[in-house]
């Protein structure tokens, strides 16, 4: 389980991408976060905002979030 991020807080991303020769390293900034203490806002997570992208850096990150089941069952 990732920890979850203060509002504001810098972070890399750091995985491999199915169309990327180097692992993925993406700076981002996250921009909102849940704790998911109530039920009726949704699942416990956070989001990110990503700045200045070179191109490859967004055709990977792409195809690496489609690579995932965000449609499974928890």
Known sequence: EIPLRL???EMCIRDS???AWDPL???CQVR???DGIK???GPRGFG???DGLAPSAAAALHDFVHTLDFGADA
């Open 32 to 34: 909102w976060v849940n």
């Open 17 to 19: 991408s199915p169309s």
């Open 39 to 41: 039920a009726s806002q």
């Open 7 to 9: 509002v504001g807080s």
């Open 48 to 50: 990110v905002r990503f």
């Open 25 to 27: 390293q993406i700076e």
